[in-house]
């Protein structure tokens, strides 16, 4: 049972183009999401988060919008950069706090 | 300060036979998760203690068991390894999970364990 879903396994992007990550959830309950970031050799690094009562949330170049009704979350990064190249993780959590991943996508993007 | 240290950070051990994995969670922090990287299956929640409690467990097999002593370091055992446990073996520590959405996890680097 798949709480949090991301279909795509890889993006390959363009250096200086939109990077779009998708994620899509089916707990209702879920009321805090997250992305983090994961490079080879390390643990995920958090990146940005939205609570469900907001649609937008932007910190520099990375902004996640969520779609409650279509139970959808989205990160895009403007402009990609070759060192966002990366696992990204979508995360979400409910009452109790426990986080729930997606499965990743893997970015790349290319000089 | 200093992050989440896991240790041993790779290992390699055959079927049938058990292994504990450590974890020092950041200063202060009294929450500590455990999660499975395997590929194509993507985080999957292990369990998550706070206050030397589990607070939370996911859907895995009894061999898969951990506790949390009273420094908030904690370890994770699991008996009578198969070859699917091999994956990677992430840590996370947290200043609370009592409030939704004040729980950023930081994870530290993992352990690898591969079962032959």
């Known amino acids: 049972d798949q709480q949090v879903k991301q279909n795509s396994p890889s993006l390959s992007v363009q250096e200086g183009r939109i990077s779009i990550l998708n994620c899509d959830y089916t707990?209702?309950?879920?009321?805090?999401f997250l992305w983090y970031k994961k490079y080879p050799a390390e643990g995920p690094t958090f990146l940005i988060s939205?609570?469900?009562?907001?649609d937008k949330n932007e910190d520099g170049r990375f902004t996640v919008f969520l779609n409650k009704s279509a139970k959808h979350l989205s990160l895009h990064i403007v402009p990609s950069q070759p060192g966002d190249s990366a696992v990204y993780f979508c995360?979400?959590?409910?009452?109790?706090?426990?986080?729930?991943f997606g499965q990743g996508t893997e970015l790349s993007v290319k000089p | 300060k200093a992050g989440v240290t896991q240790t041993p950070r790779y290992l390699i051990k055959t079927r049938g036979q058990q292994v504990t994995l450590s974890c020092s969670p950041i200063?202060?922090?009294?929450?500590v998760s455990w999660y499975q990287q395997t590929p194509g299956q993507g985080l999957q929640f292990l369990f998550e203690?706070?206050?030397?409690?589990?607070?939370n467990k996911g859907n895995f097999p009894g061999r898969f068991s951990g506790r949390q002593f009273s420094n908030s370091r904690s370890e994770m055992n699991v008996s009578t390894l198969e070859l699917g446990d091999s994956a990677l073996y992430l840590c996370?520590?947290?200043?609370?999970?009592?409030?939704?959405?004040?729980?950023?996890?930081?994870f530290g680097a993992g352990s690898r364990l591969t079962v032959l």
């Open positions: 707990n209702s309950m879920f009321d805090y």
């Open positions: 996370a520590s947290s200043l609370s999970v009592l409030s939704s959405g004040a729980n950023v996890l930081t």
């Open positions: 995360a979400a959590s409910g009452p109790g706090g426990k986080l729930i």
């Open positions: 939205i609570s469900s009562i907001k």
């Open positions: 203690y706070f206050s030397e409690t589990q607070r």
């Open positions: 200063s202060g922090h009294r929450s």
